[in-house]
């Protein structure tokens, strides 16, 4: 029996119209009554009886509906199980990107396309480390790129790429310019300040950036607004002051206008990035890691417990 003539009846029989039912379904009246003349053929039934206004279930009809709609139900429970079975079988990777870090991602992504391109790859924003950290917890993640810091419940790749951190300031600066700058070169610059939340590595980085020349910043908190949001950089382009930040291109569109990016040449300047995934990934994601940290030339496992 087809499974295209139970739909069929159910359609008819919830708009007691032939031509109303053939307009939901978006076909033409005459195949839609072949339909149901050929279950009725094939039941040995007469489901409908004709009238001016439409049609009317018979008794026969009445007592199959229900049994109908049950078969529709779990014709369609079959169709999305045989639809997550394959893809489950080709396989799905949601992978978490840290802010700027896109490049790296699609290095990895074009490189596992070359052995495994029916395998789809999601990519899901996870601007920072608590974006990152409760998508993995929460399974709607696989791995993520992403910066400092990295829980111990989590498996993490050796470095795949150190990032120098760049100060973010008006363009109207006289170091908007330089290819690079240093901590000093800043010394008269009001410091603006993110909620350390956000990036906490980072910000205690910057201020051990201060204490390694010497200097105590004039800073000015800003909450609600960072080097990671338009918001922070309306401040600078105003001339409120600078941040320091990570993940800005130096090359194209730039953020904001009125704004640069200037890498910080300082010894230490930098901060790791590592490839994270729980530490029961499927081997379609352990593939991808595996591939991911071929590509960038590292160790391709290191347990959580041995990053500092």
Known sequence: ????????FI????????????ERLHISQP?????????????????????????????????????????????????????????????????????????LVNRARVEFAKDEPDVVIEAIDAYCHTDSDELLRADGLDVAF????????????????????QVIMSAE?????????????????TLLLWERFVAPVLYDQVFGLYRQ???????LPTPGAGPFNHAGMMLVASQKGIYFGYGVPLSGPQP???????????????????IVSRKDVPPVVQRFRCCACRVFGVPEHVAARRIS
């Open 11 to 22: 359609a008819v029989a919830d708009a007691s119209s032939v031509t109303r039912a053939a």
């Open 213 to 219: 020349v010497g200097l105590t910043p004039r800073t």
């Open 146 to 165: 992403a910066r400092p810091p990295y829980d111990r419940e989590f498996d993490v790749s050796e470095p795949v790429a150190q990032e120098r951190i």
């Open 31 to 103: 195949p839609l009554t072949r339909q149901i003349q050929q279950l009725e053929h094939d039941l040995g039934l007469t489901l409908f009886v004709r009238h001016r206004h439409g049609v009317a279930l018979t008794e026969a009809g009445r007592r199959l509906l229900d049994k109908a709609r049950v078969w529709d139900t779990a014709a369609a429970d079959f169709a999305e199980a045989a639809r997550q079975a394959k893809t489950a079988e080709v396989g799905r990777i949601r992978v978490g990107i840290g802010w700027g870090l896109w490049d």
């Open 1 to 8: 029996m087809d499974f295209r003539h139970i739909r069929a």
């Open 173 to 189: 600066s006289p170091l908007a310019a330089r290819q690079s700058v240093s901590v000093r070169d800043l010394a008269c610059e």
């Open 256 to 274: 904001a206008s009125g704004v640069a990016v200037v890498p910080v040449s300082d010894p230490g300047a930098t901060v790791d990035v590592r």
